[in-house]
């Protein structure tokens, strides 16, 4: 019987390893102990909203999350306005992007989600338009020393060259689930992704992949089988992905079944530079989980200001996990964002309030009314 794609993924992986780059505990190197937060809050954070949302608080959204340290922000979707009308408008966030880069303290990359080749061409459409001024553009200047503590550099040095695009695809770890949401099964979706993944890469784009409901799924229950995510994941990382989000949509993880899947995934040879944490805090359970993935040795999360969200297909699901509590908890255990927590304190009251919902963030809150507390 010839060897599983895992034991040869995990071979190669292996062969490749170098030990000691990745421990939380005892790091001692500069990378070790840095955490990215991937601000999902302009797209998953708003996808949800009932109320409309003009494109100018969407973009006012992108441009002050560019402010407060954030290397990583996910700013549209290439979706059908049918289904996700808050998206209707991703391309003009797009080329407003490309042609007034938001001022922000270092280089940012910008993430938008497509679901299939008609968002794929719509995408397109507006990348190529500004492809030549793209290349026209001075390089963009190399990080100095100690990039991942947050280095700040002159924000009239920030321009087009100093941005990076990536797209962002999504499938499931449950068929119900991927029908309900894609209207095909786990297979399907996979086989969309080719020509996503193709002229990505002749794009010369970075490809994100989410696995929703990783750890429960609202239609086949809380458990969601480990070795089905990991499956998943080996296949879209063979297919050229390169980072996988593994989500909790629904909120349902628990500290035991979060760490069963990451050593699930582990044993598959997926290496934890690959992957991402997405949680939801349904149950209040999104902090204890990324700690026990954090311990794992995980180091990017996704997060939304103000603790936005919501999965429309997800029936019951509350927000994400609040980026301000993310980066205060990771903080207060010593790890390094490189984001300024009271700049991201001040975005999650902003958008809350024009969104007309409460500050679901417990430490954006916390940090606003210790800034304000007389004298």
């Given at each position: 019987?010839?060897?599983?794609?895992?034991?040869?993924?995990?071979?190669?992986?292996?062969?490749?390893?170098?030990?000691?780059?990745?421990?939380?505990?005892?790091?001692?190197?500069?990378?070790?102990?840095?955490?990215?937060?991937?601000?999902?809050?302009?797209?998953?954070?708003?996808?949800?909203?009932?109320?409309?949302?003009?494109?100018?608080?969407?973009?006012?959204?992108?441009?002050?999350?560019?402010?407060?340290?954030?290397?990583?922000?996910?700013?549209?979707?290439?979706?059908?306005?049918?289904?996700?009308?808050?998206?209707?408008?991703?391309?003009?966030?797009?080329?407003?992007?490309?042609?007034?880069?938001?001022?922000?303290?270092?280089?940012?990359?910008?993430?938008?989600?497509?679901?299939?080749?008609?968002?794929?061409?719509?995408?397109?459409?507006?990348?190529?338009?500004?492809?030549?001024?793209?290349?026209?553009?001075?390089?963009?200047?190399?990080?100095?020393?100690?990039?991942?503590?947050?280095?700040?550099?002159?924000?009239?040095?920030?321009?087009?060259?100093?941005?990076?695009?990536?797209?962002?695809?999504?499938?499931?770890?449950?068929?119900?689930?991927?029908?309900?949401?894609?209207?095909?099964?786990?297979?399907?979706?996979?086989?969309?992704?080719?020509?996503?993944?193709?002229?990505?890469?002749?794009?010369?784009?970075?490809?994100?992949?989410?696995?929703?409901?990783?750890?429960?799924?609202?239609?086949?229950?809380?458990?969601?089988?480990?070795?089905?995510?990991?499956?998943?994941?080996?296949?879209?990382?063979?297919?050229?992905?390169d980072e996988i989000?593994?989500?909790?949509?629904?909120?349902?993880?628990?500290?035991?079944?979060?760490?069963?899947?990451?050593?699930?995934?582990?044993?598959?040879?997926?290496?934890?530079?690959?992957?991402?944490?997405?949680?939801?805090?349904?149950?209040?359970q999104a902090l204890?989980?990324?700690?026990?993935?954090?311990?794992?040795?995980?180091?990017?999360?996704?997060?939304?200001?103000?603790?936005?969200?919501?999965?429309?297909?997800?029936?019951?699901?509350?927000?994400?996990?609040?980026?301000?509590?993310?980066?205060?908890?990771?903080?207060?255990?010593?790890?390094?964002?490189?984001?300024?927590?009271?700049?991201?304190?001040?975005?999650?009251?902003?958008?809350?309030?024009?969104?007309?919902?409460?500050?679901?963030?417990?430490?954006?809150?916390?940090?606003?009314?210790?800034?304000?507390?007389?004298?």
């Amino acid at each position: 019987m010839p060897p599983s794609k895992f034991v040869c993924l995990r071979a190669v992986r292996f062969a490749a390893y170098r030990p000691g780059q990745r421990t939380f505990a005892t790091a001692t190197t500069n990378r070790s102990d840095f955490v990215r937060i991937v601000e999902v809050g302009p797209r998953d954070g708003l996808q949800n909203e009932k109320k409309s949302i003009p494109l100018a608080t969407k973009i006012e959204l992108v441009e002050r999350l560019a402010l407060t340290g954030l290397k990583t922000i996910e700013a549209g979707s290439f979706v059908s306005p049918k289904w996700v009308p808050q998206m209707a408008n991703s391309s003009e966030i797009l080329e407003h992007i490309f042609k007034h880069p938001p001022k922000a303290p270092h280089p940012i990359t910008y993430q938008f989600l497509l679901p299939n080749v008609k968002g794929l061409d719509n995408f397109t459409s507006v990348w190529e338009s500004h492809a030549s001024s793209k290349q026209d553009t001075y390089p963009t200047p190399p990080p100095s020393p100690g990039a991942d503590e947050g280095p700040v550099l002159n924000t009239s040095e920030i321009g087009i060259s100093s941005l990076d695009i990536e797209l962002s695809i999504f499938t499931a770890a449950t068929e119900t689930f991927t029908q309900k949401n894609t209207n095909c099964s786990i297979t399907e979706s996979l086989k969309r992704f080719e020509p996503i993944m193709a002229r990505a890469k002749d794009l010369d784009l970075n490809v994100r992949a989410y696995i929703s409901v990783a750890l429960g799924c609202p239609y086949e229950g809380p458990n969601v089988d480990p070795h089905k995510v990991a499956n998943l994941a080996v296949s879209l990382l063979e297919m050229g992905a390169d980072e996988i989000s593994v989500a909790d949509t629904t909120g349902m993880g628990t500290a035991p079944k979060t760490a069963e899947l990451l050593k699930t995934l582990t044993a598959a040879g997926i290496e934890n530079n690959d992957l991402a944490l997405h949680f939801h805090d349904t149950y209040g359970q999104a902090l204890v989980n990324s700690v026990v993935a954090l311990e794992h040795g995980i180091r990017t999360f996704d997060a939304a200001v103000g603790g936005l969200g919501g999965c429309p297909f997800s029936p019951g699901a509350t927000g994400n996990v609040a980026s301000e509590d993310l980066v205060h908890c990771f903080h207060s255990l010593g790890a390094k964002t490189g984001v300024d927590i009271e700049k991201l304190s001040e975005v999650g009251e902003w958008i809350s309030r024009e969104l007309g919902r409460p500050n679901e963030s417990r430490a954006g809150k916390a940090t606003l009314a210790r800034l304000r507390k007389p004298a």
